[in-house]
């Protein structure tokens, strides 16, 4: 499919840093002159520490077969083809394990491949589907997800998972993710908090230390959110009624991050079925369209990260950030890429007013703060304030404490992968399966409980992030029905 | 799924044997059984540090290196070398750091990787010195979680006996 070679974002003339690379951002205008794709249908294993009694093999099997149930004319034999995604061969052990999921699914020998980009892989499998259909390669394509993260030992885990930053200069150092976002979120307090709030106070270890406790206390406050949404969920992995001395007394792992801010290794599966308009009629009266799809990147070292200019959402101008060097080691440029590709395709100009809900990609308390600034939730800067005034709450959940605007724009109400778990080639298809379940209304049927069906939910957004930010993807779906 | 047949007769007689191997039956809540070997991996990588390898060697000549873009319209200096430019794409050249700097973000990692826990607490530090468009990702040494600071200033210390990693050049709080 021909696309149109789009516009570029316009950033502004460089005033600040002498070594800042001197160009913009550039994000692709997408130009969608697909086919319309519909999300029909999809299902997931509950996510748990291990699975020993089954394989990722029959874990992908038990999330079709729920997929499948209930849609009398969506048969094997329906599928074009399918997209499947595990993040790790390390910890699969087993190479091209997407194979065996094909054969075990009676799929040969319907076309496939393996998708793979860090933590976001969930994610990218999700747009695979999409763009099999919307090319018109397929009328009907699975998109489904694994990962077996059980196999190994946390810490042997935690090795693997640091094999994808740099192996000459990051992983030798220590090799652990949760430090790399422990130095962007160190940073981020820095620019928004240090700076902003303790401005006043003239000791600098001093002003520090006071705004690392106050960037604590509200990273908190979003850990208390996720795991309580999870108690009615029963997916979930972690669902717990915390409360915001619990977060900050847990052990800690890499400063400033605690143990109840950080998502855990899981064992799970997901999937999708995504289909062509008239599929879509055909299969269910309740289809959800998929209306954005973006995708971004960024340097998988963090110090690499440039000192430039904020790529702009239709709402924010230049002079929002005159004084900001972006991204640094503070906040996602893919993550910001990505809103303004799938934003400008779906026609939002205003995120915050626009979607409903968004499943987002909280590996952190941290990074699920920072990436509300990226997705145009709150300006940069105003992540800590939008979660004190309790935007990304749910109405009607007792969190323990006063959540004055719940409700605005829920962020997890599935309780997102700190509860819910984060077995990385499952966990984006998950955020497709429980968005989908939210804008049909049907969580009370899946969920087996009400509480997390928001109501009159007719857009959201889902959110897919490797790591430190190095891939984004974010796909925007909507009710396809009245 | 049908049950799992329950007749491991054969299991059961050399179950000892196995154990010490680290095998198991595994039975979950519903009592499904599920048969759980070990198997030990381990291999030795043959890496080259390839371009990058001046750096590593600088390090043994207690000198850090990074690159500066050819360019004389972009000369964009990178902290962690690169051998082209990443934001023109001209070949760079090596030129030397300076050995002090400052502290850009730091953190202590109470855990790690496997292989780096028994270091623990390590902490990490991203350098940004003055001129140099980029960062370095260092460990940062002789100081304690409540000495750092966003600011600090540091100097480079290098390993006299050197192992030809990353590890080889840390920083300490500038005297």
């Known amino acids: 499919m021909a696309r149109r070679e789009g516009s570029t974002v316009p950033a502004r003339a460089n005033t600040k840093s002498k070594s800042s690379p001197k160009r913009a951002t550039r994000v692709r205008t997408p130009s969608p002159k697909g086919r319309r794709v519909y999300m029909v249908t999809g299902g997931v294993t509950k996510f748990a520490k291990a699975h020993p009694a089954m394989d990722f093999r029959l874990m992908v099997k038990r999330a079709y077969d729920y997929a499948l149930k209930g849609i009398p004319n969506l048969t094997a034999d329906r599928i074009d083809g399918t997209r499947i995604s595990y993040f790790s061969d390390h910890f699969a052990r087993q190479l091209k394990a997407a194979s065996m999921v094909q054969d075990y699914l009676g799929m040969n020998p319907k076309g496939s491949v393996r998708i793979e980009w860090g933590g976001a892989t969930g994610g990218e499998c999700f747009q695979a589907a999409y763009e099999a259909v919307a090319s018109g390669r397929m009328d009907v394509c699975l998109g489904a997800g694994f990962e077996t993260m059980s196999r190994v030992p946390t810490w042997k885990g935690n090795e693997f998972i640091a094999l994808a930053s740099d192996t000459n200069f990051d992983f030798p150092l220590g090799g652990f993710y949760t430090g790399y976002y422990a130095l962007m979120v160190v940073r981020h307090i820095y620019e928004y908090l240090r700076l902003r709030k303790f401005q006043d106070v003239t000791d600098e270890r001093e002003a520090q230390r006071l705004a690392v406790e106050e960037g604590c206390r509200i990273m908190s406050l979003v850990s208390v959110k996720n795991h309580r949404n999870a108690l009615h969920n029963p997916y979930a992995q972690y669902p717990k009624r915390l409360t915001v001395e619990d977060v900050l007394n847990s052990e800690m792992i890499s400063y400033p991050l605690t143990r109840e801010q950080i998502c855990t290794m899981s064992d799970g599966a997901a999937c999708v079925i995504l289909c062509d308009e008239a599929r879509a009629k055909e299969f269910t009266d309740k289809p959800i369209l998929v209306t954005g799809v973006g995708t971004g990147t960024d340097t998988m070292r963090l110090a690499d990260r440039p000192f430039g200019h904020v790529p702009l959402l239709p709402h924010e101008k230049a002079k929002d950030y005159e004084d900001l060097r972006y991204p640094g080691v503070h906040s996602f440029r893919a993550g910001r890429a990505a809103g303004i590709e799938a934003y400008r395709m779906a026609g939002i100009t205003h995120p915050n007013e626009q979607l409903d809900f968004i499943e987002l990609h909280d590996a952190y308390a941290s990074s699920e703060i920072q990436t509300y600034e990226d997705l145009g939730l709150c300006k940069y800067g105003e992540g800590y304030e939008f979660v004190e005034r309790g935007d990304p709450f749910l109405k009607g959940i007792d969190y323990g404490f006063d959540v004055p605007r719940a409700g605005a724009i829920p962020v997890n109400p599935s309780g997102g992968l700190i509860a819910c778990g984060h077995p990385v080639g499952a966990t984006g298809l998950m955020q497709a399966v429980f968005a989908f379940w939210q804008l049909q209304g049907t969580i009370a049927k899946h969920f087996g409980d009400p509480t997390l069906q928001l109501k009159n939910a007719r857009r959201g957004a889902i959110h897919s992030h490797a790591g430190t930010g190095s891939a984004v993807t974010v796909s925007i779906l909507e009710r396809g029905f009245r | ?175």
């Open chain 2, 1 to 175: 799924m049908t049950a799992r047949p329950h007749t491991y007769t054969k299991f059961k007689e050399v179950q000892s044997e196995l154990e010490r191997s680290g095998s198991a039956i595994y039975r979950d809540a519903e009592g499904v059984e599920s048969l759980i070997v070990r198997s030990p991996y381990s291999i030795n990588y043959v890496h080259s540090y390839a371009e990058d390898s001046p750096f590593f060697l600088g390090l043994a000549d207690g000198k850090l290196r990074g690159s500066k873009c050819r360019k004389p319209k972009c000369g964009f200096v990178f902290a962690t070398p690169r051998s082209h430019c990443m934001v023109c794409g001209a070949p760079t050249e090596w030129v030397d750091l300076p050995n002090k700097g400052r502290v850009h973000s730091w953190t202590t990692c109470h855990f790690g990787s496997e292989a780096f826990l028994k270091e623990t607490p390590y902490n990490l530090a991203m350098v940004e010195f003055a001129g140099v468009g980029s960062l370095l990702l260092v460990r940062l040494k002789e100081c304690v979680e409540s000495d750092l600071y966003v600011g600090m200033p540091i100097e480079a210390r290098f390993e006299s006996n050197p192992k030809y990693s990353i590890t080889d050049v840390w920083f300490v709080p500038s005297r």
